[in-house]
């Protein structure tokens, strides 16, 4: 990461002493499977080379560095919504909420919360929301790599169950691939019932 960006996650971890989360999510835009949110706080002191947005690493380097952020953070949580809660509350209000449930988890309490995009989960301890923080902050793009990975991860385990969509190669996003399989063989359990072309099947 560029030194700049390091600076500006120092400068907001002065400004209030003591722990500073990010946070970031993956699935928002797919037809299937639960939206996947992740919080991570960094260790100075084992600084991970290579931090990023997620979108822009190879799957190969991303799971390199799931595993390192694992090994080298002070403490990190991943959480999801369900297809289900997606389905009922939409998926901005889902994703907010599967956020809270990473932050939640983390093993030590932070004093700031940094969250990708525009909008912040309800939370009781400070947070800012900052557009392209991935980018911009190393804990939000380790969350970032985090959720994506998980998300990832569950695709690959649900093409075991349901070959004839393609989850390991779609991801569930909405190819020309995954709308055929979906003409042909109508929605699965885990479709997102509310998201179109799903809900023009039903």
């Known amino acids: 990461m560029p030194k700049s960006s390091h600076s500006f996650q120092a400068s907001l971890a002065w400004d209030v002493g003591g722990l500073v989360a990010g946070v ?3 699935g ?3 037809l299937a499977g639960p939206v996947m949110a992740a919080a991570v706080i960094l260790d100075d002191r084992r600084p991970i080379v290579g931090l990023g947005d997620s979108k822009k690493i190879s799957p190969r380097r991303r799971e390199a560095l799931f595993d390192e952020i694992r090994a080298k953070a002070l403490c ?21 909420l599967a956020m809270r449930r990473a932050v939640m988890g983390l093993r ?8 990708d ?50 989850f390991d190669q779609h991801k569930g996003y909405g190819t020309a691939d995954h709308l ?3 003409r042909l063989h109508g929605p699965c359990p885990q ?12």
Do not use: M
């Not at 030590?108 to 969250?115: F, N, Y």
């Not at 301890?125 to 994506?148: F, Q, T, Y």
């Not at 998201?195 to 099947?201: E, R």
């Open 24 to 26: 970031d999510e993956a």
């Open 117 to 166: 995009g525009n909008r912040l989960p309800v939370l009781d301890i400070r947070a800012e929301a900052i557009v392209k923080g991935d980018d911009k902050v190393p804990a939000i793009s380790a969350a970032s790599i985090l959720a994506k990975v998980s998300r990832d991860r569950w695709c690959q385990e649900y093409h075991q169950h349901f070959p004839q969509y393609g």
């Open 180 to 182: 055929a399989a979906l």
């Open 191 to 202: 479709h997102r019932r509310t998201f179109k072309p799903v809900s023009d099947l039903l």
């Open 28 to 30: 928002r835009g797919p």
């Open 76 to 96: 990190c949580s991943i959480a999801q919504a369900s297809v289900e809660e997606i389905d009922a509350l939409n998926i901005l209000q889902a994703t907010l």
């Open 108 to 115: 030590l309490p932070p004093k700031l919360v940094l969250v």
